[in-house]
């Protein structure tokens, strides 16, 4: 099942990604859906270091 999101305009990546370069930001993250990704992601950020058991 794909997941349909709608696309963002053009003019908001650029005005949000001007200003993160204002704001001498590390990583611009336009969208919400990124934002909550990359939110849960850092809320456990040592997830994806633990080794992968082996079968």
């Known amino acids: 099942m794909a997941v349909?999101?709608?696309?963002?305009?053009?003019?908001?990546?650029?005005?949000?990604?001007?200003?993160?370069?204002?704001?001498?930001?590390?990583?611009v993250l336009v969208d919400e859906p990124t934002q909550h990704v990359h939110q849960s992601l850092?809320?456990?950020p040592d997830i994806y270091l633990h080794q992968l058991p082996t079968h």
């Open 4 to 27: 349909v999101e709608q696309k963002i305009a053009p003019e908001l990546v650029a005005a949000r990604t001007f200003d993160g370069l204002e704001q001498n930001a590390h990583q």
């Open 42 to 44: 850092s809320s456990h």
